[in-house]
């Protein structure tokens, strides 16, 4: 039992890695958007001289960093909640209402990136293009979504069980 118990933790571990990487990532890119819309502003006004390739960037920019920190964001628990009908019940009752809701949203999140992944590898398959300033595959940006989803799902696997299994208030993973 205790080899089980240590490769979880193990596991939560590199988990808890990976996401903490890929919002370090949303956030390098959070100030990368700042940068080059700041550059692209002064250049526009001062020198006449736009940057053309600065709005695709930032759009693109913006879709992957959402799905990079989503899964950040709901580990440290500061997601968007309405928790006025909860706050009612007591903390056995509340913990088991919240496990039961992150199994459901570990299902949504599952089903989300398995159709996300089959689209992505169909715009691979396909070669299918991006073409504004430049032309770039549509599943480099795309292949985001499914990943983001399934972190999405893992991490709300590990919230039920926590909020199941030590009947806490706070997920704490």
């Given at each position: 039992m205790g080899s089980i118990a240590n490769v979880i933790a193990a596991a939560n571990r590199i988990i808890d890695s990976i996401i903490k990487y890929?919002?370090?990532?949303?956030a390098a890119l959070l100030v990368f958007i700042a940068f080059a819309i700041t550059c692209d502003v002064l250049l526009r006004y001062t020198f006449n001289y736009p940057l053309k390739w600065v709005f695709e960037a930032t759009e693109y920019s913006l879709l992957?960093?959402?799905f990079l920190a989503a899964t950040w964001v709901l580990k440290i628990d500061q997601h968007v909640k309405l928790d006025l009908v909860l706050t009612a019940f007591k903390r056995k009752t509340r913990a088991r209402i919240n496990a039961f809701t992150s199994l459901v949203m570990a299902a949504v999140c599952l089903v989300t990136a398995w159709s996300s992944a089959h689209f992505t590898?169909?715009?691979?398959?396909?070669g299918i293009t991006?073409?504004?300033y430049y032309t770039i595959p549509q599943f480099l940006v795309f292949i985001f979504i499914p990943l983001g989803f399934f972190l999405l799902?893992?991490?709300?696997?590990?919230r039920a069980y926590n909020y199941?299994?030590?009947?806490?208030?706070?997920p704490g993973i």
């Open positions: 890929l919002a370090y990532l949303a992957i960093m959402t590898l169909y715009l691979f398959q396909n991006i073409t504004k799902f893992i991490q709300s696997l590990r199941y299994f030590h009947q806490t208030a706070d």
